[in-house]
Nanobody, 117 residues
């Protein structure tokens, strides 16, 4: 089993920046890819960004050019740098891992990001 612990959420003004962190533990050897999802109130959870075992990245169109996903293998940690934040980015952000072989997904507890004046 993989455990994911998130940090870095909070309240920021429009145009501001935040960096989310996700530390993985447990069966880390089983992770094929990691990503960030978000869910606004009353909305479906959607993919924001992901990074594969080989280092390839993918972003939702709504965050391209503003968000960057990266990893630090020595710390078993994935980051999401969020710049030029908009009120529409307000959501609970979830870290996610995909397992090798069966593709099973694990989720972090979620961290609230609020963009408001």
């Amino acid at each position: 089993q993989v455990q994911l612990v998130e940090s870095g959420g909070g309240l920021v003004q429009p145009g501001g920046s935040l960096r989310l962190s996700c530390a993985a533990s447990g069966s880390i050897f089983s992770i094929n890819a990691m990503g960030w999802y978000r869910q606004a109130p009353g909305k479906q959870r959607v993919l924001v960004a992901e990074i594969t075992r080989g280092g390839s990245t993918k972003y939702a169109d709504s965050v391209k050019g503003r968000f960057t996903i990266s990893r630090d293998n020595a710390k078993n940690t994935v980051y999401l740098q969020m710049n030029s934040l908009k009120p529409e980015d307000t959501a609970v952000y979830y870290c996610n891992s995909q397992s090798l072989g069966n593709g099973y997904r694990y989720w972090g507890q979620g961290t609230q990001v609020t963009v408001s004046s």
